[in-house]
Structure formats: C-alpha cells, structure tokens
C-alpha cells in the first residue's frame, strides 16, 4: 500500500493528469470535458482521473446522469506542506549566491577602479 504523500507525487508525475487538474482549477468537469483538449480516448481520461481520484486530488459528484469531477485541494496542501522545508533550504542557499554575487560585482568594480586610476 502507497502512503499518502508518494500517491499524490505518483498521480502528478504523469503530464495528462497535471492538466486534468489544471482545467479542474477553473471549477468542476465532466469527463467529457476533461478530455476535451486531449488526443486520448475517454477511457484512457477516466483511467487517469482514477489515479487522480486514489490519490485524493480528485473527486466526483453525481448531478442527475452526470458525474462531474472536482479538484481536491487537501492532498496537494500536504504535499506543499511537506515541500515547505524544502522551499526554504532553497531560499536560504538562493539568498546565499545573491550575495556572493554581490561581493563578486563589488570587487570587479573596484579591480576596475584601480585599474582605471593608475591610467
């Protein structure tokens, strides 16, 4: 059995269901629509929202014969949240070379003021 956190990274590995979700952002879809944009088949649309769905990022309504899906935010919540620490281990080794560049620039520029100086 795969734990919460490696489903969702499994179902958001795959190109196609990345984009189910995107449109899903714009409010709830049928499958049909879903797989509008797409060259797949619809039952390939629906084995992906499948995936979508096991992993929690998906859900799907019943409104009359209509099955529209909707995106489920608290799955990729806890995955940002445990991307969080990362994000900042990133940001702190970023801030770092924004100011090793800075120190780089300021002692170009003043090898270049010497240099322009003993002219």
């Known amino acids: 059995m795969m734990d919460a956190l490696s489903a969702t990274f499994a179902a958001l590995a795959d190109p ?7 449109q899903l952002t714009r409010g709830e879809a ?15 649309i629906s084995r992906h929202l499948k995936v979508l769905e096991r992993a929690g990022l998906v859900s799907k309504g019943r409104d009359a014969q209509w099955r529209p899906c909707r995106l489920e935010v ?9 991307m969080a620490t990362y994000r900042q281990f990133f940001d702190s080794r970023f801030d770092s070379l924004e100011q ?3 120190t780089m620039v300021a002692d170009q520029k003043g090898t270049n003021d010497d240099t322009n100086n003993r002219d």
């Open 100 to 102: 090793h560049l800075k």
């Open 74 to 82: 608290a799955e990729l919540q806890r995955a940002d949240d445990w």
């Open 30 to 44: 049928t499958v049909t629509e879903l797989a509008a944009p797409h060259t797949i088949s619809l039952p390939a």
């Open 16 to 22: 196609t269901r990345r984009s189910i979700l995107a």
